[in-house]
């Protein structure tokens, strides 16, 4: 029946996600009211006070649970990818949660019963994964939602992906064999995949051999045959599945679109989750409001130090590079004397930083109260302006001068290609320990490939100690 309706479990998915999200709520109700027997310490609503907010979490979690592809490729999915969503989907609900309640003014929700509400589902969502998980491997193993698969190529990804059935059982997928223009000595190199034709004779293997469907695992160079494969597995009604590298784009996440009909296929190197980066970008305006509201009274202590301390302004107005190489003008505090940046060509020499960026570790500018505001990292404060703005990100690849830009490799340039931040992997990754700045760029661009909420709340959670301790700093 599964195999028949292939829709039909990502609706029962959607729903059991829901159901579990509902008996979350309630069981977090209960148990706040079993606390409350043992140490009182708030009012005791009746569960039904909470209809409309738990219609409004169905609502928020539903939106979350079908816009961030998590029903794609059911399949295909490990657990250990089903947790990191479940604990993504709850962390963005949570925070959308937290915006409505506000807009709405809806007052009424106890805090405890919040973060009940949430660790609860968080374990509930993660052990109902895990229970479907292992009902369709056991489902799959007794013959159950079982696909039969042709394999399309005979080369290195064709290899790969049979290895990768035979390794993954769960996926219940049987491989009728597969096809290429080699010949059938080829075969040995599929532990066991029968070679059964060339591409020519494709159709007819279609006709022989009943397959639910094809997997196309040639090289980018074979466009013409895999378009030829395309319209005979469209003409067949078989389901066709194309290997994700096949463009040799490395690192590229890809996006079919639609335009008038016709098919648009987008490579994007940069992060295209729309609902992260909203949560991301409200999370960086709520963050850099509140802090410059409570910091007040620090910038002052600080201004005032600069400006007695030495001559010139407190802020130092440095020119860098945003989103998509736009320049704008960032704030710190001044940390160096007054005519620092005419000084600087005298010191090149002393450089102790491979590529475009300049980094000196007893650096002769620095004045004896930029040297605390150095180590502690309290001169980078009045980025918070720039966060709040948007020029900048709470976390992001640290922007570069406008100088800098133009020594950069090719391959360096794409850290342009997002928003800049005041912390990054590489300030928690050591800072002055890192001596060469293509290993700066690599920690940049491996945050790109990898962002995401929850690796931006880690690098957060690890700068705390890195400021506080003052570790790593110049």
């Known amino acids: 029946m599964l195999k028949q309706y292939p829709g039909l479990l990502r609706k029962v998915a959607l729903l059991a996600d829901l159901v579990t999200t509902v008996l979350s709520f309630v069981l977090a109700y209960y148990f706040r009211l079993l606390l409350l027997a043992i140490y009182?310490?708030?009012?005791r609503?009746?569960?039904?006070?909470?209809?409309?907010?738990?219609?409004?979490?169905?609502?928020?979690?539903?939106?979350?649970?079908?816009?961030?592809?998590?029903?794609?490729?059911?399949?295909?999915?490990?657990?250990?990818?089903?947790?990191?969503?479940v604990a993504r989907i709850v962390a963005l609900g949570?925070?959308?949660?937290?915006?409505?309640?506000?807009?709405?003014?809806?007052?009424?929700?106890?805090?405890?019963?919040?973060?009940?509400?949430?660790?609860?589902?968080?374990?509930?969502?993660?052990?109902?994964?895990?229970l479907l998980h292992w009902f369709l491997r056991w489902l799959r193993r007794r013959g159950h939602d079982r696909k039969t698969v042709l394999v399309v190529g005979g080369r290195k990804r064709a290899c790969q992906f049979i290895e990768a059935t035979q390794q993954h059982a769960?996926?219940?997928?049987?491989?009728?064999?597969?096809?290429?223009?080699?010949?059938?000595?080829?075969?040995?190199?599929?532990?066991?995949?029968?070679?059964?034709?060339?591409?020519?004779?494709?159709?007819?293997?279609?006709?022989?051999h009943p397959v639910d469907e094809v997997i196309i695992a040639l090289p980018a160079q074979a466009i013409g045959e895999i378009r030829r494969v395309l319209a005979l597995c469209r003409e067949e009604g078989v389901q066709t599945r194309v290997v994700s590298d096949l463009f040799g784009v490395d690192g590229a996440k890809i996006r079919v679109d639609r335009i008038h009909d016709m098919p648009i296929l987008t490579f994007s190197t940069v992060p295209t989750q729309e609902w992260q980066l909203l949560a991301k970008r409200a999370?960086?305006?709520v963050v850099s409001a509140v802090l410059l509201v409570l910091l007040a009274p620090l910038f002052l202590i600080i201004a005032v130090a600069v400006k007695l301390t030495s001559p010139g302004p407190v802020f130092y107005e440095w020119k860098v590079m945003g989103l998509n190489k736009k320049p704008f003008t960032g704030f710190k505090f001044r940390t160096m004397v007054q005519n620092a940046d005419e000084l600087k060509a005298q010191l090149l020499a002393a450089n102790e930083m491979s590529g475009p960026v300049f980094k000196m570790k007893s650096d002769p500018r620095v004045t004896p109260v930029g040297c605390i505001l150095r180590k502690f990292s309290l001169d980078e404060l009045p980025q918070l302006w720039s966060v709040l703005k948007g020029d900048m990100s709470l976390v992001g690849p640290r922007p570069p001068l406008v100088t800098?830009?133009?020594?950069?490799?090719?391959?360096q340039r794409r850290k342009l290609s997002i928003r800049?931040?005041?912390?990054?992997?590489?300030?928690?990754?050591?800072?002055?320990?890192?001596?060469?700045?293509?290993e700066w760029a690599r920690l940049d661009l491996e945050y790109i490939d990898n962002w995401s909420l929850w690796l931006d709340f880690?690098?957060?959670?690890?700068?705390?100690?890195?400021?506080?301790?003052g570790r790593g700093a110049y």
Request: glycine fraction near 8%.
């Open 40 to 43: 009182p310490f708030g009012e």
């Open 45 to 85: 609503p009746a569960l039904t006070n909470f209809r409309l907010l738990m219609v409004i979490i169905v609502v928020i979690w539903a939106i979350l649970f079908t816009t961030q592809g998590r029903y794609v490729g059911l399949r295909y999915t490990s657990l250990w990818t089903e947790y990191r969503e």
């Open 94 to 130: 949570g925070l959308a949660l937290t915006i409505v309640l506000f807009l709405l003014r809806l007052y009424f929700f106890p805090r405890s019963l919040f973060v009940l509400f949430l660790l609860i589902n968080l374990l509930g969502l993660g052990l109902e994964k895990t």
């Open 170 to 208: 769960g996926w219940g997928l049987d491989i009728v064999g597969f096809v290429d223009e080699s010949s059938e000595r080829l075969a040995e190199e599929f532990d066991g995949a029968r070679f059964l034709g060339t591409l020519e004779e494709i159709v007819a293997i279609l006709h022989r």
């Open 283 to 285: 999370m960086d305006i």
């Open 404 to 411: 800098e830009v133009n020594r950069f490799e090719r391959w």
């Open 420 to 438: 800049p931040g005041i912390t990054c992997l590489w300030q928690v990754n050591g800072r002055s320990q890192i001596a060469d700045f293509d």
């Open 458 to 469: 880690r690098i957060l959670l690890q700068t705390i100690p890195v400021v506080l301790l």
